[in-house]
């Protein structure tokens, strides 16, 4: 019986034996790669952990900086977040708030590099949208329309039609062009929703070119 048994065994082995010298390297293959993948997925993870960090550590500098008003500081810190870390939403909000601060202080050259960088760079689509109709307003007020109808001719996310409408309306009315202000104003008009606010600003703006509008339903409102 013992000796049944040890036969019974060695040949098991030799089937194993056979069994890994035909598939041991194709196994020995894809549990590399598994585990290979793994190991690099969480060290992926890891990385992205440590650049959020680091980059919101600059971001909180550029937000006391602009709350000390800090203008210097505010450059510095923003060069690193860019640099390092251009990437990140961390470093486009940062663009948007460095770019106000260097508004409110008159600086409109560092207020249109912010935002050219937020436009061109940003990784969102919604900050960059943003980034434009600021870029647009800070042209306006350094008397270059035309640069600022360029920025508001890139294509915006459906939320954000409207008030680049309404911007081009007053890049035309500042240009005289009553034609085409009055088109951009009704299209934004339109667009908005009866209850915000901004829409009786439309408003008001088409009333100063001597066109009074008809209230109808948003097309929002419409699809109710």
Known sequence: MAQHFDLEEQEQLDQLKHFWNKWGTPITGALIVVFG???????????????????????????????????????????????????????AQSGL????????????????????????????????????????????????????????????????TAVAADRRGDVYALQDKKTEAVAEYEKAYKAFDSQIDYRRLVEFKLNALGVQVQAKASPTEAKL
């Open 97 to 160: 708030l460095a770019a106000k601060a260097y508004a409110d202080a008159g600086q409109w050259d560092q207020a249109k590099d912010a935002l050219s960088w937020v436009a061109d760079k940003g990784s969102d689509n919604g900050l960059q949208a943003l980034a434009r109709l600021r870029l647009a307003a800070v042209l306006l007020e350094q008397k270059q329309p035309d640069a600022a109808l360029q920025q508001l001719s890139a294509a915006f996310p459906a939320e954000f």
């Open 37 to 91: 993948s793994f190991a690099a997925w969480n060290g992926y993870q890891y990385w992205q952990a440590r650049q959020a960090t680091q980059a919101a550590a600059l971001a909180d500098a550029v937000t006391q900086a602009v709350e000390g008003k800090q203008l210097d500081r505010i450059g510095q810190a923003l060069t690193d977040l860019k640099s390092s870390y251009s990437g990140t939403q961390q470093a």
